[in-house]
């Protein structure tokens, strides 16, 4: 996995705000925010899985106002750019920034930070060895009931070559069938981009009632 040094920013951040969670941070807020509401769906924790820059996060934090919230950033260049006072919503908010990487954070145990409403991972996964993902993966649906995920797929990556000339040297290309396999047995799918723990519910718990879109 890549240091995620100033060279990756400088290369792959050349121009954040017309990148996908960043610009439109609110917008993939505004969508989650709605889509757990109709279903009634508490979010009081959360934890974000590689926060970069904090655009997403800071976003969430707005909108959901947790009673506790963490988020994790191996990099120390993105790290030392986001500011705690600023990424909290409310003092009432129990904020935590540590600076590791996603499989330490699955390693390691903090006494009362092992469960979490709603994690957020966002370009996070195709860095990560298979090996690895194998590990994290199961643990993640031990400590998160629901994930916003987001990973390309070989097929984005490459269209992100043709379309926009920008090619991601540090990414593992995976096809959708890969990444699914690797989720299905922890992580129900049950809308674009989230997704169920198989810790936490089933068909016969699930606060979701439309069962047509589970897979």
Known sequence: MTNFDKSYWDKNYSDPMSMDGIGNAKDHVRYLHAFLEVEHVDVSSMVDLGFGYGHLFREMLKTFKPFMARGIEPSTYAFNKVKLDKLRPVESTDLKLYQEDLLTWCRTQRKKENEFDLGICTSVFQYMKDKDLKEIIPILSKRIKYLYLTVPTNLELNRQVSDLDFKD???????????????????????????????????????????????
Not at 186 to 215: C, I, P
């Open 169 to 215: 040297e540090y990414a593992i290309h995976r096809t959708r069938e890969q990444y699914q396999k690797l989720l299905k047995p922890y992580f129900t799918f049950v809308s674009g981009r989230v997704l169920e723990s198989k810790h936490f519910f089933n068909e016969e718990t699930t606060a979701f009632t439309d069962l047509l879109y589970r897979f």
